[in-house]
């Protein structure tokens, strides 16, 4: 079993920073993985915002593209989002996800419970 704990949100000032921190838990046995930040705003979807294999391949949301960085650190079974020039519009719950992939490709996920960002003057 996997247990997902964010932290790191709050409030800031638009074009602030901000680092969100995702610390894991558990046995997990993986072949791979994908670690990812999600984000939901009130009355949107919930949507990709960057993500990181266990290869450290990384993607992330055209909207934050440049002002966005996600990494990882195995040792310590930590995911950060380090996020820079805050916009309005980068507030919503963000959210942890790991997808682990064993050897014999079966998927099982995993979520936090969200931390919330408020980027507001």
């Known amino acids: 079993q996997v247990q997902l704990v964010e932290s790191g949100g709050g409030l800031v000032q638009p074009g602030g920073s901000l680092r969100l921190r995702c610390a894991a838990s558990g046995t997990v046995f993986s072949h791979r993985d994908v670690m990812g930040w999600y984000r939901q705003a009130p009355g949107k979807e919930r949507e990709l915002v960057a993500a990181?294999?266990?290869?450290?391949?990384?993607n992330y949301a055209d909207s934050v593209k440049g002002r966005f960085t996600i990494s990882r650190d195995n040792a310590k079974n930590t995911v950060d989002l380090q996020m820079n020039s805050l916009r309005p519009e980068d507030t919503a719950v963000y959210y942890c996800?790991?997808?682990?992939?064993?050897?014999?490709?079966?998927?099982?996920?995993?979520w936090g419970q969200g931390t919330q960002v408020t980027v507001s003057s």
């Open positions: 996800h790991a997808l682990l992939i064993s050897r014999y490709d079966r998927e099982y996920d995993y």
């Open positions: 990181i294999t266990s290869g450290g391949i990384t």
